[in-house]
């Protein structure tokens, strides 16, 4: 099992940005994919971006992709989400999650319901004001 900590959410006006960290330990991070997923108030939960455990390949929501950009750090056991152009309907709680197969990549569909994720953290506030 992995612990994930999140931190780095805030308020933050349109058109801002926002870099979300999610820190890791008790196993090899760089074993495992990662991901991001948030929730708004009332709605279920949703997949913004994926990254392989090499972080050589990742998958966005479309609703995010050319604004968010997840990246990794192993050495740091570190995983990131920059966020750009942010607008009101990014506001959300963000959870990190991990995979629970090593060394292993899947498809956009596998991680977009989020079932392959084994361990999540317990969120950051996103508040992105109009």
């Known amino acids: 099992q992995v612990q994930l900590v999140e931190s780095g959410g805030g308020l933050v006006q349109a058109g801002g940005s926002l870099r979300l960290s999610c820190a890791a330990s008790g196993r090899t991070f760089s074993s495992y994919a990662m991901g991001w997923f948030r929730q708004a108030p009332g709605k279920e939960r949703d997949f913004v971006a994926a990254?392989?455990?090499?972080?050589?390949?990742?998958y966005y929501a479309d609703s995010v992709k050319g604004r968010f950009t997840i990246s990794r750090d192993n050495a740091k056991n570190t995983v990131y989400l920059q966020m750009n152009s942010l607008k009101p309907e990014d506001t959300a709680v963000y959870y990190c999650a991990a995979d629970r197969r090593p060394y292993y990549f899947g498809s956009y569909s596998d991680y977009r319901g989020g079932t392959h994720f084994g361990s999540w953290g317990q969120g950051t506030q996103v508040t992105v004001s109009s």
């Open positions: 990254i392989s455990w090499s972080g050589g390949s990742t």
